[in-house]
């Protein structure tokens, strides 16, 4: 989703942009990567394994994509001295505040202390660690719940299609983070790509910590659907194979200091992604 969207928002602007498939670079093989990039080149790896609940299961994959993949890519962009900007997760982090005074959440701050409590959390974390050792100047771009709330399996076009229906829609109201649509992060991505930025890692989600219980109430509310048939549950309600961080809302403050733009609010952000949707 993130790579179709990229390639088009950068088409959209005139740039060069080759943008290939799994097919077409494999990037488990550590040979591929030398086909396609040339000096000069930025390279934006939005390839992972993304499933997080079939994770679980297949831990074995997820590591050679998540981890052996990024880190080729990386081998390959320091080699060939192109630049290279690698996209990770919220889902590093645990959600777990009980060691901090208080014990009350808050956004993640990009130096706060990782603990992903899924396999696809960790090796998220592993490609993040592997990138920066085999490229100390490649860039890390941790984001958020990202949708692009049209046709597709994302969390927003799930319940556009549950809006059209009839009956209630049980959502967790226990698992908070920064919703992010996805054309606000490629600009994102792009700014990064034309500015002097080279912090090791930065947070790129659009403002703001929701459940995805409100979430939910907002799609609905975008589109003129009741909002009162959205009805919250709990996580262990809805059990999945992958824990999920009960909160990894990511904070900006760091990243505009490193120079990056801040994404908008994300409520404003939904509103657009809809009406682009429409």
């Known amino acids: 989703m993130v790579g179709r969207a990229l390639a088009a928002q950068a088409r959209a602007q005139g740039r060069n942009v080759v943008a290939l498939t799994s097919a077409d670079w494999?990037?488990?093989?550590?040979?591929?990567?030398e086909r396609f990039i040339t000096p000069g080149d930025v390279v934006v790896n939005c390839a992972a394994y993304t499933k997080v609940d079939d994770a679980e299961a297949d831990a074995d994959r997820a590591f050679a994509v998540n981890v052996t993949g990024a880190e080729?890519?990386?081998h390959a962009c320091a080699r060939t001295r192109?630049?290279?900007i690698h996209i990770s997760t919220d889902y590093v982090f645990s959600g777990d505040f009980s060691d901090v005074p208080g014990g009350r959440p808050r956004p993640y701050d990009i130096d706060d202390a990782t603990g992903p409590l899924s396999v696809y959390g960790r090796t998220k974390l592993r490609g993040e660690l592997?990138?920066?050792?085999?490229?100390?100047?490649a860039g890390i771009v941790r984001t958020s719940w990202v949708y692009e709330g049209a046709d597709g399996s994302d969390f927003v076009a799930a319940m556009r299609r549950r809006a059209a229906g009839d009956g209630d829609v049980e959502v967790v109201a226990d698992q908070i983070g920064s919703p992010t649509y996805v054309a606000d992060l490629?600009?994102?991505?792009?700014?990064?790509?034309d500015s002097a930025i080279r912090e090791p890692v930065l947070?790129?989600?659009?403002?703001?910590?929701?459940?995805?219980?409100?979430?939910?109430q907002a799609v609905f509310e975008e589109?003129?659907?009741?909002?009162?048939?959205?009805?919250p549950v709990t996580g262990e309600q809805q059990p999945r194979p992958a824990p999920r961080p009960p909160y990894s809302a990511l904070s900006a403050a760091k990243s505009e200091e490193a120079g990056l733009t801040p994404l908008r609010d994300w409520r404003?952000?939904?509103?657009?992604?809809?009406?682009?949707s429409r």
């Open 72 to 74: 080729n890519v990386a």
């Open 223 to 231: 589109l003129g659907a009741d909002p009162s048939r959205v009805k």
């Open 268 to 276: 404003a952000a939904l509103a657009d992604a809809i009406g682009a």
């Open 203 to 216: 947070h790129a989600a659009n403002a703001g910590a929701v459940s995805r219980f409100e979430q939910a």
């Open 26 to 33: 494999d990037i488990t093989d550590a040979t591929a990567a």
């Open 130 to 137: 592997a990138v920066l050792a085999a490229m100390p100047d």
């Open 186 to 193: 490629c600009t994102a991505l792009l700014h990064i790509a």
């Open 82 to 84: 192109a630049d290279l």
